[in-house]
């Protein structure tokens, strides 16, 4: 169980001391660069598309921004190649800020046909224009000085593409396990991820330069181990290759990359001897049997090769993340019997069908108001009309008064109101603390440098004291360190109350939050949301189970095909013969 670190090590020392073994080929030391250079780019891949979901083909593009950048600034104008990484990682890092901007809207397929678009069109832009030597390219790139060491062979090389392979795994992996990270593993769950008040787009923005610079190190590392620069090492066969090894590699984890990497290179390096002789004519035959590998890959092993050797070295948890005393700062609340919430008239239409039919209704501070109907009646809509995952049709919503139905659904959670789904919406792989912590994350500042460097870690601890502090008076404390999904349903859930309530909202909107619960844990579960409204809080309860809401609401609103039929309290509303007929006559 404990001998990965061991391993790594191991692994880490053997390849120190490769370059020095005086019996290894210069061959393979060249085999061994290029599997560095290849990773620093498969590692911005596994973040992008991998962790983001966000597909490009076009990654060999930016790698050749960056070896053009150096290999025109050091031949043409005498620049130090060390003032050729900033600015490469700068012109990159600009580059993809434009292309994002104007492509990471795009969904589905429109995205990933747009980067083989600017792959393409960056790769011929390097191939025409006169000052980067159109076809061929630049020659006489000075190689690197180091202190007046120069890394002119092979074997010097080596030490500095790994440093930097070394370098991009630490901070990616860093990265990842942050509040930045956190909200880059949601981007795949985006309604989920706005609700708990990401910013979407910026995290799809920052992952997307990200992955951009890496790929501008490569190819400053190249440019100036190759000593030329050209344009074909950039098409965008290349930046389909990058793809192929992090999808074979497994995309969801940074130690894939490198795997991929490595196994792409050399196996191609192989095929290329053997294939051409084989078929008895030249051509890029590697490219046919990567296909078909890919294929087999995505239909045997979807998550690729290192998730499966993982699962025979299974690695133990960190289960002791540092508790903080310092509590997060907490929203002040309004006095009990202010109006909080007002819904005027609210009107929402799905093509023909009225789902929420001008529904009215005001709630006040310190409130539980249940929120009832027989299914297809329009709660779940109405829930995503208030909490801005979905705009009305009509109507106004405000919220301590101001309007909110116009607002995006991170803005409103910034407001302070909390949700849940219906249907649970966790990332299933990711530990439960941190579902909960992701909830916590506009009550934090921390961005993705401090997170890199791990200077965050002080803000983590107190995100941390606070999801554990939620999880555990949802009563799931003790299974923390669990991935999310291994959880039953009803406690899936509950995890969903503990991250709303991570966010430290002034409204609750509680979508069925009894269902899949036995007898105890609803008992447990009113327990909790009584006292909830005892601090204050406002809950908005959608939930079928009449005990569990006759027995803990102020008042109902009941609703039937989209409008409201009754309003009240809840012994009266049990009398009013339209409920009792279209409603409890329903369920019965
Ligand atoms: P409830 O939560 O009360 O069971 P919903 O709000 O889920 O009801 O659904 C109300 C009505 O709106 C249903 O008839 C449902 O089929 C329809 N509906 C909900 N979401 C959509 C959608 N995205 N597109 C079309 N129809 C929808
Ligand atoms: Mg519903």
Not at 106 to 123: K, R
Not at 462 to 474: I, M, P, T, Y
Request: with cysteine; proline share 4%.
């Amino acid at each position: 169980m404990r001998h990965r670190p061991v391993l790594l090590i191991a692994l880490a020392l053997f390849a120190a001391l490769v370059p020095v073994i005086s019996g290894i080929p210069e061959y393979w030391i060249t085999l061994a660069n290029y599997i560095g250079l290849y990773s620093i780019v498969a590692i911005g891949l596994v973040l992008l598309t991998g962790v983001g979901g966000l597909i490009s083909f076009g990654q060999a593009a930016f790698v050749g921004i960056g070896a053009f950048t150096t290999g025109y600034l050091t031949t043409r104008h005498g620049f130090s190649p060390w003032l050729t990484l900033p600015i490469g990682m700068l012109l990159t890092a600009a580059s993809a800020c434009v292309i994002g901007a104007v492509t990471l809207r795009l969904s589905g397929p429109y995205l990933p046909l747009s980067t083989i678009a600017w792959g393409i069109s960056l790769y011929f832009l390097f191939g025409n224009l006169d000052w980067l030597g159109r076809h061929d390219g630049l020659t006489g790139i000075p190689s690197l000085d180091f202190f007046g060491w120069t890394l002119v062979s092979g074997r010097r090389y080596y030490y500095l593409i790994w440093l930097a392979v070394f370098l991009a795994i630490v901070a990616t992996q860093n990265l990842l396990d942050s509040r930045p990270g956190r909200a880059i593993r949601a981007l795949r769950g985006a309604v989920m991820a706005e609700s708990c008040g990401v910013a979407i787009a910026r995290y799809k923005m920052l992952i997307f330069v990200y992955a951009a610079i890496l790929a501008g190190i490569s190819g400053w590392l190249y440019a100036h181990m190759q000593r030329a620069v050209n344009p074909s090492p950039f098409d965008l066969q290349a930046g389909i290759e990058y793809l192929f090894m992090v999808v074979i590699g497994g995309a969801g984890h940074v130690w894939g990359a490198v795997l991929g990497a490595g196994l792409l290179t050399v196996v191609k390096d192989k095929l290329q001897d053997v294939l051409p002789r084989l078929f008895g004519s030249n051509g890029n035959f590697e490219i046919i049997v990567f296909g078909v590998l890919m294929v087999l890959i995505l239909q045997h092993a979807r998550e690729g090769i290192w998730p499966r050797l993982l699962r025979r070295w299974p690695s133990r948890r960190r289960t002791d993340r540092t508790l903080s005393a310092v509590e997060l700062s907490r929203r002040e609340r309004p006095p009990a019997g202010q109006s909080i919430l007002e819904v005027k008239a609210v009107r929402k239409e799905f093509g023909g069908l009225v789902a929420v039919n001008d529904i009215d209704f005001t709630m006040r501070a310190g409130e539980i108001l249940g929120l009832i109907g027989p299914n297809g009646a329009g709660k779940s809509t109405l829930f995503d009309v208030i909490s801005g995952v979905t705009a009305p049709s009509g109507g106004v919503v405000s919220f301590r008064g101001a309007r909110i139905d116009r607002r995006a659904a991170k803005d409103i959670a910034y407001l302070g109101i909390g949700r849940t789904f219906q249907h649970v919406r966790l990332l299933p792989g990711m530990s439960v603390l941190e579902n909960v912590a992701l909830g916590g994350h506009q009550r934090a500042r921390q961005g993705a440098i401090a997170a890199m460097l791990r200077l965050d870690r002080k803000q983590e601890a107190q995100l941390f004291s606070e999801a554990a502090r939620q999880l555990e008076r949802v009563g799931l404390a003790a299974h923390g360190h669990e991935p999310a999904g291994n959880l039953a349903l009803g406690q899936q859930r509950q995890i969903e109350i503990a991250r709303a309530l991570c966010a430290d909202p002034v409204l609750l909107l509680l979508d069925e939050p009894a269902a899949g619960l036995r007898y105890r844990e609803k008992r447990a579960l009113a327990d909790v949301l009584r006292g909830l409204k005892q601090e204050g809080m406002s809950i908005l309860l959608v939930e079928h189970d009449m005990d569990f809401v006759m027995g803990l609401v102020d008042r109902l609103v009941v609703m039937d095909f989209g409008s409201k039929l009754a309003e009240g309290l809840p012994r009266d509303v049990q009398k009013n013969s339209a409920v009792l007929e279209a409603y409890l006559g329903s369920v019965a």
